[in-house]
């Protein structure tokens, strides 16, 4: 009897830590997911700082640590497009965020320029067919062609917009991206320095899914000694992403709020 008791009882625990395991997998996979590509990787080295680090490395490192602290949340998923040193096409890393059904993207660089070593500070783009200004272009442009020589010709995503009902969504995810841009760097404005104009826009290969919320972050300045001194540091990239990681957690929240609250049209 006593044996029979302790049987059920054990088979009983096991189903139950099973059904939990179950409903707390299923629960996860209906979390928002949230998408970090850092730039560059493998062959493709990106910036190199005036003290000789790459930007694939110091992206990754922030990337790990971005992902850290949205996953303490426990309010979304996260994948990273690479998490370790290998080279994606730009091509890769949309159809990637797309085909896992990502809720928004962030692709983290850092930029350089070797004009002058005084401008430094974090710049969050947004995708446009049209330049909010100069440099701007001049970034697209440079990130754009990054993985030239390196990607394989075939593959390509189509992502045109060919109707009506399509160019609405792409109008309206790009709203989005604006909304996101603003709200990430407003969250960071205290704990960063942010570039002159900190929200701009360009034609970003690697933000052209159209139905995704998808910004491009530059977290500094790789020609910037002091830049350089922040991105390696620990601490910089911890305080850097816990805000991070609040304003996307915000973004999302918002927005799928008023997804809800939002009535369907006639």
């Given at each position: ?55 694939k ?7 790990k ?102 160019d ?42 159209p ?34 990681a ?21």
């Amino acid at each position: 009897m006593i044996r029979s008791l302790f049987l059920i009882l054990t088979l009983t625990s096991a189903t139950l830590g099973a059904w939990m395991g179950s409903a707390s997998k299923l629960h996860s996979e209906n979390l928002p997911l949230v998408v970090i590509d850092p730039g560059h990787g493998g062959a493709d080295l990106g910036a190199i700082g005036v003290n000789g680090v790459f930007e694939k490395d110091i992206v990754l490192d922030f990337a790990k640590s971005l992902k850290k602290q949205l996953e303490k949340r426990g309010t979304v998923r996260v994948l990273l497009t690479r998490d370790r040193d290998i080279f994606l096409s730009l091509e890769d890393r949309v159809r990637f965020t797309r085909k896992q059904n990502g809720t928004v993207f962030l692709s983290i660089h850092a930029d350089t320029i070797t004009a002058t070593a005084d401008i430094r500070g974090v710049t969050i783009y947004t995708g446009d067919d049209r330049p909010s200004d100069a440099e701007a272009a001049r970034v697209a442009e440079a990130e754009n062609r990054s993985d030239l020589g390196l990607a394989a010709p075939e593959g390509k995503i189509d992502t045109s917009i060919n109707d009506i009902l399509g160019d609405l969504m792409l109008r309206e995810t790009r709203a989005h991206s604006i909304l996101l841009a603003q709200e990430l760097a407003s969250r960071i404005a205290d704990v960063v320095q942010l570039n002159r104009n900190p929200v701009r826009a360009a034609g970003f290969r690697v933000l052209r899914a159209p139905d995704i919320p998808s910004v491009l972050i530059e977290i500094g300045y790789l020609s910037s000694k002091n830049d350089i001194d922040l991105l390696t540091s620990a601490d910089w990239r911890d305080r850097t992403s816990e805000r991070l990681a609040a304003g996307i957690n915000e973004f999302i929240s918002r927005t799928r709020v008023n997804a809800v609250q939002t009535p369907p049209s006639p």
